[in-house]
């Protein structure tokens, strides 16, 4: 345990740059670091790492470990594992933080199973237990209805944070770091998949996971077409996005990405508006991070009033246009 120090990020990039989830892990980190008083590290990978170290130091990082090369311009598991092994064994950090995304929940088990050390997914909080110096990582069970505090004394301490569950801290471009080119050596007879083709699907407006209101739809409003009117006006006039639970995305009333729950998106909002959805543990998995949950239901036995900050009895095809109404009177106001 004594050998290992310091607080790795495994970080992820868009289009060269730093994702939204990388900064909020940095937040995360940095705290962690200063708490144990050890450094602060994140990894980088892809085949053009560009500006996003100076970006990652900006956000908190001391050192910024670049790893390029030409395979790993597209994400591929068995390439990268490959890349985050190799630091980590030749590092040896006390944590490593991945992001609860496709790439961290694919990367984060495969490192912890190569490590033969634990693994605690979907963290809503970590903090460091100042007697043994370990990490209390804080994380839902069953679904979603309860918090459980794990701790492993086994190095590294590997976890996932959810998105939107802890705050980048604010841009300091003076902030002075290292920036550390990694020799990358991948072993291609060990990447069992190749990459054909990419299709990325186009989203008007601002991305669910990114959006600070969420406007959400349930099977009780009945088909498509609230989902592009009455739902899609209060969202687009609070700056949001339209989401959904289950049932509308199964009957194609909404494209999947619009699904939030335990096997959908997981948001974490300022406002969360749940119209007509009953509030099954499975759809509040995935909102339970909202920072407040509005209800409007007509059932006022529904088990979404009992998540709900504030809630609305009534139908909402009479609530939603008053209150998107009076809205309107308050901004123009």
Same mark, same amino acid.
């Given at each position: 345990?004594?050998?290992?120090?310091?607080?790795?990020?495994?970080?992820?990039?868009?289009?060269? $740059?730093?994702?939204?989830?990388?900064?909020?892990?940095?937040?995360?980190?940095?705290?962690?670091?200063?708490?144990?008083k050890e450094?602060? &590290?994140? /990894?980088?990978?892809?085949?053009?790492?560009?500006?996003?170290?100076?970006?990652?130091?900006?956000?908190?990082?001391?050192?910024?470990?670049?790893?390029?090369?030409? /395979?790993? $311009?597209? #994400?591929?598991?068995?390439? #990268?594992?490959?890349? @985050? %092994?190799?630091?980590? =064994?030749?590092?040896?950090?006390?944590?490593?933080?991945?992001?609860?995304?496709?790439?961290?929940?694919?990367?984060?088990?495969?490192l912890?199973?190569?490590?033969?050390?634990?693994?605690?997914t979907?963290c809503?909080?970590?903090?460091?237990?100042?007697?043994?110096?370990?990490?209390?990582?804080?994380?839902p069970?069953?679904?979603?209805?309860?918090? *459980?505090?794990?701790?492993?004394?086994?190095?590294?301490?590997?976890?996932?944070?959810? &998105? =939107?569950?802890?705050?980048?801290?604010e841009?300091?471009a003076?902030?002075?770091? %290292?920036?550390?080119?990694?020799k990358? +050596? !991948?072993?291609?007879?060990?990447?069992?998949?190749? @990459?054909?083709?990419?299709?990325?699907?186009?989203?008007?407006?601002?991305?669910?996971?990114?959006?600070? @209101?969420?406007?959400?739809?349930?099977?009780?409003?009945?088909?498509?077409?609230?989902?592009k009117?009455i739902?899609?006006?209060?969202?687009?006039?609070?700056?949001?996005a339209?989401?959904s +639970?289950?049932p509308?995305?199964?009957?194609?009333?909404v494209? %999947?990405?619009?699904?939030?729950g335990?096997?959908?998106?997981?948001?974490?909002?300022? !406002?969360?508006?749940? @119209? *007509?959805?009953?509030?099954?543990?499975?759809?509040?998995?995935?909102?339970s991070?909202?920072?407040?949950?509005?209800?409007?239901? $007509?059932?006022?036995?529904?088990?979404?009033?009992?998540?709900?900050?504030?809630?609305?009895?009534?139908?909402?095809?009479?609530?939603?246009?008053?209150?998107?109404?009076?809205?309107? %009177?308050?901004?123009?106001?």
């Amino acid at each position: 345990m004594a050998d290992n120090k310091g607080v790795l990020v495994c970080g992820e990039l868009i289009d060269t $740059k730093l994702a939204s989830i990388t900064a909020e892990l940095l937040g995360c980190g940095r705290k962690l670091a200063d708490d144990l008083k050890e450094d602060l &590290s994140c /990894l980088l990978v892809s085949d053009k790492i560009g500006d996003s170290a100076q970006e990652a130091i900006a956000s908190g990082a001391d050192k910024v470990y670049a790893a390029e090369d030409p /395979l790993l $311009k597209q #994400y591929q598991a068995d390439s #990268y594992i490959q890349v @985050v %092994e190799n630091l980590v =064994k030749d590092t040896s950090p006390r944590v490593v933080l991945f992001g609860q995304t496709s790439m961290g929940r694919d990367l984060a088990p495969r490192l912890a199973f190569r490590l033969g050390v634990s693994l605690s997914t979907d963290c809503l909080d970590l903090t460091i237990d100042p007697n043994t110096k370990l990490v209390m990582q804080t994380r839902p069970v069953y679904g979603g209805n309860a918090q *459980a505090i794990f701790v492993s004394d086994l190095m590294p301490q590997v976890a996932t944070v959810r &998105s =939107k569950a802890m705050s980048p801290l604010e841009r300091d471009a003076s902030r002075k770091g %290292e920036v550390i080119s990694t020799k990358v +050596s !991948i072993d291609t007879e060990k990447v069992r998949t190749k @990459v054909l083709d990419t299709v990325k699907e186009e989203v008007a407006g601002i991305k669910l996971e990114d959006a600070p @209101v969420i406007v959400s739809g349930g099977r009780g409003v009945g088909g498509p077409e609230p989902f592009k009117t009455i739902l899609k006006e209060l969202a687009d006039l609070l700056h949001g996005a339209v989401g959904s +639970s289950r049932p509308p995305a199964d009957n194609g009333w909404v494209q %999947e990405a619009t699904h939030v729950g335990l096997t959908g998106r997981i948001v974490a909002p300022d !406002i969360y508006i749940a @119209v *007509a959805i009953s509030g099954a543990s499975q759809h509040i998995a995935g909102c339970s991070g909202s920072k407040h949950i509005i209800a409007i239901n $007509k059932d006022p036995e529904a088990n979404i009033f009992k998540e709900a900050e504030f809630g609305v009895v009534g139908k909402y095809e009479e609530v939603l246009p008053a209150f998107t109404n009076k809205l309107k %009177e308050l901004l123009a106001g």
